[in-house]
T-cell receptor
Framework: DGGITQSPKYLFRKEGQNVTLSCEQN?????MYWYRQDPGQGLRLIYY???????QKGDIAEGYSVSREKKESFPLTVTSAQKNPTAFYLC????????????FGSGTRLTVV | DAKTTQPNSMESNEEEPVHLPCNHS???????IHWYRQLPSQGPEYVIH???SNVNNRMASLAIAEDRKSSTLILHRATLRDAAVYYC??????????FGTGTRLTIIP
């Protein structure tokens, strides 16, 4: 079955360490997105990519980095520059063009101690 | 500010219809309106989307106002499994969807 996979589901890291969250999709979608969700809050866009080897900053990109070397993969690195990294991270993918719906992964809960 | 406005929370009795409202007054003529729902500790799930006409699928119906400044998600017969946070969203002329804080729907048995 086609879908989008995020791993790991839970991740613990020490403060000051960089950590990379994985996102893989086999839906043949061109576009991929990373969102952050804090308790009781909506989704805030970190980065998105419409095509391989190209990506754009979202609303809260500071302290994060991404790469898009393959169509299927869009890993997110949370760097030590991110002041408050503990959150629920969601990856999504879609086709491009008007009216496209998103398929979301099941999320990675990152806790920095 | 391009965004959607939804009530923070709503309650409904099981097996009753539920009408979830959303205002999106800054939407442009080519922006689709999307609805997603999210269970605790899970990723959002697509529910329905539409442009101008009312839309129906197996999960829900979407009623879009004639001026497109508001829409209503209709769950025809709520079950306990419909308890979730429901997000109304659009891309507001951009390349990505902008999500608000959604409506937390509680179903009363």
């Amino acid at each position: 079955d086609g879908g989008i996979t995020q791993s790991p589901k839970y991740l613990f890291r020490k403060e000051g360490q960089n950590v990379t969250l994985s996102c893989e999709q086999n839906l043949n979608h061109d576009a991929m997105y990373w969102y952050r969700q804090d308790p009781g809050q909506g989704l805030r866009l970190i980065y998105y990519s419409q095509i391989v080897n190209d990506f754009q900053k979202g609303d809260i990109a500071e302290g994060y980095s991404v790469s898009r070397e393959k169509k299927e993969s869009f890993p997110l690195t949370v760097t030590s520059a991110q002041k408050n990294p503990t959150a629920f991270y969601l990856c999504a993918s879609s086709t491009t063009g008007q009216g496209r719906g998103y398929t979301f992964g099941s999320g990675t809960r990152l806790t920095v101690v | 500010d391009a965004k959607t406005t939804q009530p923070n929370s709503m309650e409904s009795n099981e097996e009753e219809p539920v009408h979830l409202p959303c205002n999106h007054s800054t939407i442009s003529g080519t922006d689709y309106i999307h609805w997603y729902r999210q269970l605790p500790s899970q990723g959002p799930e697509y529910v329905i989307h539409g442009l101008t006409s009312n839309v129906n699928n197996r999960m829900a119906s979407l009623a879009i106002a004639e001026d497109r400044k508001s829409s209503t998600l209709i769950l025809h017969r709520a079950t306990l499994r419909d308890a979730a946070v429901y997000y109304c969203t659009s891309n507001f002329g951009n390349e990505k969807l902008t999500f608000g804080t959604g409506t937390r729907l509680t179903i009363i048995p």
